[in-house]
Antibody
């Protein structure tokens, strides 16, 4: 079964850091671009970052550039999101997703919740 | 990069057709064919239903169709069914400093 499972979400204080993980199974992880998407409760999704198959290219949304870092470990079929200098505006469900044909997000995980609050 | 504009809600009776618009600019929707559509039910992750403007992934019913004209993409649901009640989002490549942007979302209600 093709699957993505996120973990690492937590309650963190403003200014803090958090590292999210996403483990893939059921497909050849190393063949795909991968993305992170977040969604605050009651709002629409916001694309956050993505990373190319060989990690040679990484892209970020303006809202997180310089604070978040996306990485991957193909040997572990894992995607990561290091989040630093967190603020209340970063509170959301964070989903990892596979980029399939035409870079559409064809496989999604169930998400992990990040809450930034004192 | 601002979110793409979608109508907040559309509704229709079972069997009818509804169309959701997704309006951007020549820098996103109008400039590229990397437009996709997602269906999201409460408490679940979004699900891909259309990619590259008009292509359906395997398993998506053919009552879902996509198109684009100028800076506006559209999703049409023909033969509306109760199970189609959900939130729908478009997404487009922008080629800008934020490479991808989602739409504001549309709630589909089956009357």
């Amino acid at each position: 079964e093709v699957q993505l499972v996120e973990s690492g979400g937590a309650l963190v204080q403003p200014g803090g850091s958090l590292r999210l993980s996403c483990v893939a199974s059921g497909f050849t992880f190393s063949n795909y671009w991968m993305s992170w998407v977040r969604q605050a409760p009651g709002t629409g999704p916001e694309w956050v970052a993505n990373i190319k198959q060989d990690s040679s290219e990484r892209n970020y949304a303006d809202s997180v550039r310089g604070r978040f870092t996306v990485s991957r470990d193909d040997a572990k079929n894992s995607l990561y999101l290091q989040m630093d200098s967190l603020g209340a505006e970063d509170s959301a469900f964070y989903f990892c997703a596979r980029e399939g044909q035409a870079y559409a997000l064809d496989i999604w995980g169930r998400g992990t919740m990040v809450t930034v609050s004192s | 990069q601002s979110a793409l504009t979608q109508p907040p809600s559309v509704s229709g009776s079972p069997g009818q057709s509804v169309t959701i618009s997704c309006t951007g600019s020549s820098s996103d929707v109008g400039g590229y064919n990397r437009v996709s559509w997602y269906q999201q039910s409460p408490g679940t992750a979004p699900k891909l239903i259309i990619y590259e403007v008009s292509f359906r992934p395997s398993g998506v019913p053919d009552r879902f169709s996509g198109s684009k004209s100028g800076n506006t993409a559209s999703l049409t649901i023909s033969g509306l069914q109760a199970e189609d009640e959900a939130e729908y989002y478009c997404r487009s490549y922008t080629g800008g400093s934020t490479p991808y942007v989602f739409g504001t979302g549309t709630t589909v209600t089956v009357l």
